[in-house]
């Protein structure tokens, strides 16, 4: 039997247990499984609270702890659902034991996203960052992961010191980040330490596939990765009717309320549609090498789609009269993470197609323009409909760019490739 046999995945579901021997990464019909949708709701509440704190500092104008906070709690959960992602792309049996494996790696992200306001409420105080009960759900989610890469050494032979390797790095990460949650230092040099340990983090998967890469599946990760986009934007919405239903039983319907409910329903749709107008599925099969830049890009499309969500709440926030903060800090939050989404996704494409189209600059460019002339406008006073209408026309200028001379520019892509592939 071949490592990448099919066989550790058979067509009727059964749970009894089996080899993990690695998934054929040419899988025809490949598709996320139950019990990946069912683990990606535990990130609908993470993102949730990630959000909410992060709306809630921005109003009280504490934007080093919104900023600081978010960006910490961001990389946390999308890192935790990128390990449990790739590793069960490539070795997902569906046993009992990866079943009950996989719970306990849920229960580690509630506990990290619990965590999430203990890391806000002290960088407010600003004496350090307290992320034990952060570190606390990590713990249950490394050991439980990293059972899994030990069960793949022990029972693949060809993959056994891509395993290893792997299960070292994860062991490595998480007794550094053990040491910063018990060690209780000051601001900066916890942001220092957790610097290097970032990079430990993601030099891990660079030193395991070295020599032997694992079997992942390039449409499968493709789909779970516009999954998680999908329930990034998901909070978005949710957050913001979420915010604006105070203001409708207090105030009743305002221009400000209506226009911020539309133009989050057309910045979150069109967001949705730029995103799943580049086939990045395809794309990772013809360039597999790419797997990199794909994977570790996506941690600012996410972290930035959840931050636009957080801004659309600020602005129901400012609405209310509960902010600190006004139109312009609201405008700022929204404009900001959607213009850096649009540029780590045309980047992650163009990095895949191996070339920088003219056409993505120029209508990446255009999006840009007028992001920063919402901005401009806001700051001299011009109606906070106006602004945001503005802001949620961004995505859609890509949008409009990927459906017509995007097309032509995957269509020339795909002849090269296949001309490539051809000739040898």
Known sequence: MS?????????????????????????????????ELLFDLAFVVAFGIAGNQMAHALAEDHVFVAIAGFGFGAFAITWAWINFSWFASAFDTDDWVYRLTTMVQMVGVVVLALGLSDVFHSLEEGEGIDNGV????????????LAQWLRLAAQSPEHRTTALRYAGAIAVAQVGWVVVAVVHMQLVPTIIASVVLYAIELAGPFFSERLHATPWHPHHIAERYG????????????????????IIEHQGWSGD???????????????WWAYFAMPFGDLLHRERGGSFAFGYLHI????????????LHLGAYVIEGEAEVGYAEATRAVAIPVGIFLVAYVAIADILIRRVHRGHVVMLTLAIAVLALAVVLTETGTPFALDILLVAAAPWIVVVGAETVGR?????????TDARVDAH
Not at 134 to 145: C, K, Q
Not at 227 to 246: D, F, M
């Open 257 to 271: 309320a209506i226009v911020l409910v539309v133009a989050g329903v057309v910045l979150t749709f069109g967001m």
């Open 3 to 35: 490592a990448d046999a099919p066989s550790t995945a058979p067509a009727i579901a059964s749970v009894r247990l089996r080899r993990m021997l690695g998934r054929d990464p040419h899988e025809r019909g490949r598709a996320a499984t139950p019990l």
């Open 300 to 311: 600012l499309v996410f972290a930035a789609i959840a931050a636009v969500g957080a801004g």
């Open 134 to 145: 952060v570190v606390a759900g990590y713990i249950v989610m490394r050991v439980a992961m």
């Open 408 to 416: 032509r520019h995957l269509a020339d892509h795909y002849a090269r």
């Open 227 to 246: 999954l998680l986009a999908i329930i990034a934007l998901g909070e978005g919405v949710l957050g913001t009717v979420a915010a604006v239903q105070p």
